[in-house]
């Protein structure tokens, strides 16, 4: 019985039917669905990070340096956060709010730039004053601990920003302050020579200053002499004024009534006049009257005359002498008179009428000038007030005036004294600025004075001393590449490990048989291989065109896979085959160990001591290595002991396997009736 026929009537048995081949398919996948799908789901996580929401709240208030430029470094930042799209920042009014939003879970972290921040950017610029601006992250474990990580890394790369920028400024201000106290220091050397030709110049005009100063006491004593007398009469000003006011004001209240009295007058002359005209009517409508009386009375008794004639009552010489006499009646002489009484004293009504309406018109027209009147002398007393209460303000001025003369005399006097110390003086101070103007000279030549070139590179050194040059002599092209080695390594190792639930370490028929117990260790090892093989064709395949996996060495990563499978179902077949249903709880603790040891995640060094020698005996944590030399592009050099020892554990696992098969040749009642099968 050869090898492959007992390897062959291994995988006949395991594909006889359709579970079977469902199963053998299941098991081909194991590593699939470990290994791909985790790197799919973690293939590129920091590129989605923009789908985590984060509060942003901005309360900079700004600030404005000592040479008037406008700071508004919160704004800049939160706008260079949201522009570049790292997460998907949301701004918040008030940190309260944020806070309670990364409580709850509706965001991610929160992000508090303060009211003060612009403000102790620039503080270094005084140095009593000096502050640091602060940012505050909230975060919250519960949400993510990693994310905790990864927003340390933001806000240092803000810190660090925003630091080299406010430090090149700080350094350059403080580069270009050199240059400005070395201008100034030359200034000042010129100045300090020019102070020293000037003070000899004063010497010379303190003694004319002197003279002037005492002309100046005299000329002080002439002007208290006549402050004096200007005082004396603002005094009698202001009494003049007083007496006026009170004069206007009592002619004010005498004459608070003349509006409403000429007023009565006018109403009154007005229906006089009115009266004396109704009167002239009448006078004249009653003499008109009297003429119309005449002639109807003398018609009325003609008329009667001639009826009692007609009648008989009279005879004829009655009616003719009775009629003659009525006749006469209008020209008689007591009623002319009466006539011309009444027509005079009906010229004198008409005259007495139209005098009485001139009176009226009269006082009309006195009513309607009266309250101008008035005002015209309420304005006159207010005048008079607001002169009598200037007068007083002057009288007042005066007084302080001749105070301040007063006092000008005295400090005349002084500054008097005071010219002959300053010429004194102009000496020693003549003497002092060529001595300074010596001394800034040497000064302002030990002070930098560097040019703009300069200053830019001086001040970027400063802001930021150190630069890291980073190189890397391999990269992962993302977090799915980091991760790749080690579940590429892992997902075979299960898929390994699943192969035993399924598959018979050792045919029964091949230990019955009389076969080499070599061929019958390898039979049962190959269809474990051949599986295995599959599983890591399958999940390179999947991992390199359906991720994106790219390995810089393509055909070795995959041949290094293939040497896993071979190792680990050595391995793990030799041990089950040797210890039966425990063997499968060895080979998970293995699992358990190397995914511990290999360094998977984190170095294998920062494990604890004990499982450094996991990492040294155990296959995984080489396989892991090579793996990344292989993907990243690393030496290859480190290849050739993994290979070896690859080689070596497949080995083990063959003797492993020989030892069971040696073993399991002889048949014990313990055997067939194991105490436990899984």
Not at 67 to 93: C, M, P, S, Y
Not at 251 to 273: C, E, F, N, R, Y
Not at 407 to 429: C, F, I, R, V, Y
Not at 439 to 458: M, T
């Amino acid at each position: 019985m050869t090898v492959l026929r007992l390897a062959m009537s291994e995988l006949k048995r395991m594909t006889g039917g359709l579970l079977p081949k469902l199963t053998i398919v299941a098991l081909t996948m194991v590593p699939l669905l470990y290994g791909a799908v985790y790197l799919y789901a973690n293939w590129d996580p920091y590129s989605n990070l923009d789908q985590l929401k984060a509060a942003i709240v901005v309360q900079d208030q700004g600030a404005t340096t000592s040479d008037g430029k406008r700071l508004d470094v919160g704004q800049e930042v939160a706008k260079n956060l949201i522009d570049g799209h790292k997460f998907d920042w949301t701004t918040v009014d008030s940190p309260e709010a944020a806070n309670h939003g990364v409580e709850s879970g509706e965001y991610a972290f929160a992000l508090v730039i303060p009211s003060n921040f612009s403000a102790n950017l620039a503080s270094p610029e005084d140095f009593d004053s000096a502050q640091q601006a602060i940012l505050s992250v909230t975060t919250n474990d519960a949400n993510n601990y990693l994310l905790t990580n990864i927003v340390d890394k933001v806000t240092t790369q803000v810190h660090a920003s925003v630091a080299q920028q406010v430090g090149e400024q700080t350094a350059d201000a403080l580069l270009s302050g050199y240059g400005t106290i070395h201008g100034k220091l030359v200034q000042a050397a010129d100045g300090a020579q020019q102070l020293a030709d000037g003070a000899a110049k004063l010497k010379d005009g303190a003694a004319t200053l002197h003279q002037g100063t005492g002309d100046l006491a005299t000329g002080a004593d002439k002007l208290v002499a006549g402050q004096v007398q200007l005082t004396t009469g603002a005094h009698q000003l202001s009494d003049g004024a007083a007496t006026l006011n009170s004069g206007l004001g009592e002619l004010k209240s005498k004459t608070s009534t003349l509006p409403a009295d000429t007023q009565a007058l006018a109403t009154g002359a007005a229906q006089v006049a009115a009266g004396n005209a109704a009167l002239n009517a009448k006078v004249q409508n009653t003499v008109g009257t009297l003429s119309d009386i005449d002639a109807a009375a003398a018609s009325a008794v003609t008329a009667k005359l001639n009826q009692m004639l007609a009648d008989g009552v009279l005879t004829p010489a009655q009616h003719s002498e009775i009629s003659a006499a009525v006749a006469n009646l209008g020209t008689s002489a007591p009623v002319q008179e009466l006539k011309n009484k009444l027509a005079t004293d009906a010229g004198d009504i008409a005259k007495l009428a139209g005098g009485a309406q001139q009176v009226s018109d009269g006082a009309a027209t006195l009513a309607g000038a009266t309250p101008a009147l008035t005002g015209a002398i309420g304005q006159a007393s207010a005048g008079a007030a607001s002169l009598a209460d200037g007068a007083a303000t002057l009288a007042a001025g005066q007084d302080t005036a001749l105070d301040g003369a007063n006092q000008l005399a005295a400090g005349a006097h002084k500054l008097d004294a005071g010219a002959g110390d300053l010429s004194n003086g102009a000496g020693a101070l003549s003497d002092g600025a060529a001595e300074l103007a010596s001394q800034l000279g040497a000064g302002a030549s030990s002070v930098p004075n560097p040019n703009d070139a300069q200053k830019n590179i001086a001040s970027s050194v400063i802001a930021s001393p150190i630069k890291v040059s980073n190189t890397s002599l391999a990269t992962a092209a993302n977090y799915g590449s980091g991760l790749a080695p080690f579940f590429l390594v892992l997902a075979l190792w299960i898929g390994a490990f699943m192969l035993v639930q399924a598959m018979r370490p050792l045919t029964t028929r091949a230990l019955a048989s009389n076969a080499p117990s070599w061929k019958i260790a390898v039979g049962g090892w190959l269809p474990f291989l051949v599986v295995s093989v599959g599983q890591a064709l399958l999940l390179y395949a999947v991992v390199h065109f359906g991720l994106g996996l790219e390995p810089a060495h393509p055909w070795l990563t995959l041949g290094l896979l293939l040497l896993a499978a071979m190792a680990f179902t050595a391995l793990i077949q030799g041990i089950v085959a040797l210890m039966g249903t425990p063997g499968k709880f060895v080979v998970l603790i293995l699992l358990v160990l190397q995914l511990v040891s290999s360094g998977g995640t984190f170095p294998w060094q920062t494990t604890p001591e004990p499982l450094h020698i996991m990492h040294q005996i155990l296959p995984m944590g080489h396989v892991v290595e090579g793996m990344r030399h292989l993907i990243y592009g690393a030496d290859l050099a480190t290849l050739v002991p993994i290979v070896f020892g690859l080689l070596g554990y497949t080995l083990v696992g063959l003797a492993l396997s020989l030892l069971a098969v040696n073993k399991h040749k002889f048949w014990t009642l313990k055997r067939l009736q194991p105490e436990i099968e899984v």
